[in-house]
């Protein structure tokens, strides 16, 4: 099958042929997709080809770069770090910026979230929150609470706890389906009849619950799907009247993706756990965080070290990574990046809307800097095309499913988020 970018491979630096036989991709059937493309650097919204082509980025790199490539602020406070202290071991020891960080994200985040525990990605993170809810009721003595509620069409990341609370039948876990612990799922309860049966099930198995994990307003890679305030506020209500933690895993909505700081606040939700990571850097360098309120944290105090917490990543609260996440909260507080969202959200309705007309479009929907075309289907030579269409228009817009979906930066310019939208529409109604 031909490349993505005519003559991109001749054109690249030796690096790009000697290295593309030993690497193996994620997220690619490598024996037929085309081949990647060879980036040399990035610039604010652009991302620049080693063939000398630049491309708009639409994703954000997977939703993590808010404030744009290589914000002044952020590679200076990531090079000062480096030069002084580009990683210590945080067991028995611990450094200003991630004590700092943990200050300040016990600050920003809603009510009374204030222990963080440091991982290196999104889907540790997930680990971490779901460990914690185990051994909460183990340390309670309560040992037969080892299922979780999830939902359906929920994504929480690959390693094999976080894929056992994903829906099975729409991600990658179906694959490893047999492999790994069942948990209960349902759908969420986005009716007053369904919140009912909801709180039924809860009843029913409350025995078994740990915890219950939700996506706050979006489930982002599970397809991109919206629900309001009003069904997160049921399932915390629920969750709290049961005394059931209840986990809200923001690694894709947190820092101001659906147009708040974090997508709980929309339900005046605190949630008992919450999992950061992705835009908490800026989306500079690998950073999970897992924070807790008081009473999880608690449960894990005594005389035995039994009831610790024993988890502790090698590269927890790396300084540079921590470097990194501080500058990006100095962003959000001098930068008007919450009014971006706001600005942002506007105009991809406005651009996005009028592919609902397009023939094979299922749907168009938008939430803060979040916009969404779902097709009825999307198979795989049709998916090459796209992606094919959009580079050849310079953007860089990566569908997967039947969704093609924009998550830019929040600082990315009136016209040039125009440019997405139009692009979309002009490579839709090419095929």
């Not at 979230?113 to 809810?133: I, P």
């Not at 080892?146 to 056992?164: I, N, Q, S, W």
């Not at 919450?338 to 309705?349: C, K, V, Y």
Request: charged share 20%; aromatic share 8%; glycine share 10%.
């Amino acid at each position: 099958m031909a490349a993505e970018g005519a003559g991109r491979a001749a054109d690249a630096p030796g690096w790009f042929e000697a290295g593309l036989p030993h690497i193996w991709l994620p997220y690619t059937q490598m024996a037929v997709e085309p081949p990647p493309l060879a980036v040399s650097s990035t610039d604010g919204v652009h991302i620049d080809l080693a063939d000398g082509r630049q491309l708009l980025d639409g994703t954000a790199s997977w939703w993590t770069a808010c404030h744009g490539y290589n914000h002044p602020h952020m590679v200076a406070a990531m090079t000062e770090q480096a030069r002084r202290m580009p990683h210590v071991m945080f067991g028995g020891l611990v450094h200003e910026g991630a004590l700092r960080l943990a200050r300040r994200l016990a600050a920003v985040t809603p009510g009374d979230l204030d222990r963080v525990f440091f991982s290196d990605s999104g889907s540790v993170a997930v680990e971490v929150a779901l460990k914690m809810a185990l051994q909460y009721w183990v340390n309670a003595g309560e040992t037969g609470r080892t299922r979780f509620v999830c939902f359906e069409g929920g994504y929480h990341g690959d390693t094999l706890g976080a894929m056992a609370v994903s829906d099975s039948e729409q991600g990658f876990a179906a694959t490893f389906r047999g492999a790994l612990a069942a948990q209960i799922t349902t759908a969420l309860p986005r009716t007053r009849a369904a919140a009912a049966e909801f709180e039924s099930l809860l009843d029913s198995r409350r025995g078994e619950i740990a915890a219950i994990i939700v996506e706050p307003l979006v489930q982002g890679a599970g397809g991109m799907l919206f629900h309001d305030a009003d069904t997160v506020a049921s399932v915390a209500a629920a969750a709290r009247s049961r005394g059931i933690p209840l986990i809200a895993d923001e690694i894709f909505t947190g820092f101001g993706r659906t147009g708040q700081m974090f997508a709980c606040q929309a339900a005046q939700l605190v949630p008992d756990i919450m999992c950061l990571s992705k835009a908490l850097t800026g989306g500079a360098v690998g950073l999970g965080a897992t924070i807790a309120r008081p009473h999880i944290f608690d449960a894990f105090l005594g005389d035995d070290l039994a009831c610790a917490f024993m988890h502790g990543p090698t590269y927890m609260a790396n300084p540079v990574a921590c470097a990194a996440a501080n500058a990006s909260l100095d962003l959000f507080e001098s930068e008007p990046r919450l009014d971006q969202a706001a600005r942002m959200e506007a105009l991809l309705r406005q651009g996005l809307e009028p592919l609902r007309a397009l023939e094979g479009v299922a749907d168009v929907r938008v939430l803060g800097a979040i916009g969404v075309v779902e097709l009825d289907d999307l198979p795989l030579p049709l998916l090459y095309r796209l992606r094919r269409g959009f580079i050849e228009r310079g953007l860089w817009v990566r569908p997967f499913g039947r969704i093609v979906y924009l998550t830019p930066a929040l600082v990315m310019e009136d016209a040039e988020i125009d440019r997405l939208c139009a692009g979309i529409g002009e490579v839709l109604r090419g095929i």
